[in-house]
C-alpha cells in the first residue's frame, strides 16, 4: 500500500512535469510566432503597397497603415470576400496565389479600387498579403493607349495627302503647271511629318527615365539669344518683330541646355505662328528670389477660357483647323511641360480672348550649388 502510493506520488509529480514543459514548449512556440509577427510587421510599412499578416481564418495579425484605409482590413479582419476566398486556396494548395479584384474602399465618398491581391505562406499558419493598387497602372495604359491612337490618326493625316498627292502627279505627267502645284503641296505635307517626328522624338526624350542626364549651367541671357535665332526666318516671313527686353542676364539655370533651348523655342515659334503678320512678339526675364522667369507674349487672339487648363495636353489644339494651316503638331506645349516639370519648374500661362497670350517658364535659380532639379542630385 505504502509502494502504491509513492508511486503515485511519482507519477503525480512526472504528469505534472510533463505537462509544465509541454506548456513551456507552447509557450516557447507562441512567442517564437510573436517575434516573427512583430519582426515582419516592422517590414510591412516599407513595402511600397498594401500588406498584412493574415492566418488561415483570416485574421489580420499585422498590416501596414494604409490598409484600412483602402478598404483590405476592417474589425482586425479581411473585409474583402473575395480576398477571404483566395485566402482559403492558399491554405489549400500551399502555395502563392494571386488575383484582381475591386475593393470598395472604406468610407461611402472614396469609391472602389483596382487591386491586386497576392498571398504568399510563410509557414503553416501565417500569409503574407500584398495589394498592389492598379488605378494608376491602368491610368497609363489608357494614356499609351490614347496616345498611340492620336499618332496613329496624326500620322494617317500627312500620310494621306502624300499618296493622293502621289497620284495626282502621276496623273498629270504632261501638265507642268500642276504637277508643280502637286510638289508643292507635297513639300508642305512632308515638313508637317518631319515635324511631327521630330516633336515626337523630343517628347520621348524629356519624358525618358533620366531626362537630364547632359546637364550644366545654362546661362539665362544665352538662351534666349539662341531661342530667337532659332526662330529669326519664321519671325521674318510674318514680318513679326521679336523684341528682347533690356536685362535678360537674370542668372542661370541648371539643368539640360538642349531641353532648355527646345522649350523656349516652342514658345516663340508659337507666338510667332498665331500672330498678326507686322506685329511684335516680346520676351522678357527677371529673377524672382530664388526664381528665374522667362515670358513671351504675343498679339494673337487668345486662348479660351475653358481650353487654358487642357493647352498643355498632348495633341490638344484650341483650333484644330487653324493649327494645320500653322504646320502645328499639338505637342510642342507638352514638351514644354515636361521640360519645366525636369527642372523642378513650370510653366504658366495667362491670356484673354482677343488681347494675346503671355506664356511664363519658371525655373530655380542657380546659387552655388542650390536651384538644382532633384533629377540631377539622384543622378
Not at 546637364?215 to 526666318?233: C, F, G, P, R, Y
Request: aromatic fraction near 4%; charged fraction near 25%.
Amino acid at each position: 500500500m505504502i509502494l502504491n502510493d509513492a508511486q503515485n506520488r511519482e507519477k503525480s509529480v512526472l504528469t505534472r512535469r510533463s505537462l509544465g514543459r509541454v506548456k513551456n514548449e507552447h509557450l516557447e512556440v507562441a512567442n517564437n510566432q510573436q517575434n516573427r509577427i512583430l519582426a515582419l510587421s516592422q517590414i510591412l510599412d516599407v513595402l511600397p503597397d498594401a500588406a498584412a499578416i493574415i492566418d488561415n481564418s483570416d485574421n489580420v495579425l499585422a498590416a501596414s497603415d494604409n490598409c484600412v484605409a483602402m478598404g483590405i482590413v476592417s474589425a482586425d479582419r479581411i473585409a474583402p470576400v473575395e480576398v477571404r476566398a483566395l485566402n482559403r486556396e492558399v491554405k489549400r494548395l500551399s502555395k502563392t496565389q494571386s488575383r484582381d479584384v475591386v475593393v470598395k474602399r472604406n468610407g461611402s465618398r472614396l469609391g472602389e479600387w483596382e487591386a491586386r491581391i497576392q498571398i504568399s505562406p510563410i509557414d503553416e499558419d501565417l500569409c503574407l498579403l500584398i495589394a498592389q493598387d492598379l488605378s494608376e497602372e491602368r491610368r497609363l495604359n489608357d494614356v499609351r493607349r490614347d496616345f498611340v491612337a492620336n499618332v496613329s490618326h496624326e500620322l494617317k493625316t500627312p500620310v494621306g495627302a502624300l499618296s493622293l498627292l502621289t497620284e495626282a502627279v502621276q496623273a498629270a505627267d504632261t501638265d507642268i503647271e500642276q504637277v508643280r502645284h502637286f510638289t508643292s503641296r507635297m513639300q508642305i505635307e512632308v515638313k508637317r511629318l518631319t515635324a511631327m517626328i521630330s516633336d515626337l522624338v523630343a517628347l520621348s526624350q524629356v519624358q525618358g527615365d533620366m531626362p537630364l542626364r547632359n546637364s550644366m549651367l545654362v546661362s539665362v541671357e544665352d538662351i534666349i539669344s539662341e531661342a530667337v535665332d532659332a526662330t529669326k526666318i519664321v519671325a521674318e516671313q510674318k514680318g513679326i518683330e521679336v523684341a528682347i527686353s533690356q536685362n535678360t542676364d537674370v542668372g542661370s539655370v541648371f539643368g539640360d541646355e538642349e531641353q532648355l533651348h527646345i522649350a523656349l523655342s516652342n514658345l516663340i515659334t508659337n507666338a510667332i505662328k498665331y500672330s498678326p503678320n507686322n506685329t511684335k512678339v516680346g520676351i522678357g526675364a527677371h529673377r524672382k528670389n530664388d526664381l528665374i522667369e522667362i515670358s513671351v507674349t504675343d498679339q494673337g487672339p487668345g486662348i479660351p477660357e475653358e481650353s487654358l487648363s487642357r493647352i498643355f495636353e498632348r495633341f490638344y489644339r484650341v483650333d484644330p483647323a487653324r493649327s494645320r494651316d500653322t504646320g502645328g503638331t499639338g505637342l510642342g506645349l507638352a514638351i514644354v511641360k515636361h521640360v519645366c516639370a525636369n527642372h523642378g519648374g513650370d510653366c504658366l500661362v495667362w491670356s484673354q480672348e482677343g488681347q494675346g497670350s503671355t506664356f511664363t517658364l519658371r525655373f530655380p535659380a542657380y546659387q552655388n550649388g542650390g536651384g538644382i532639379p532633384t533629377e540631377v542630385v539622384s543622378k
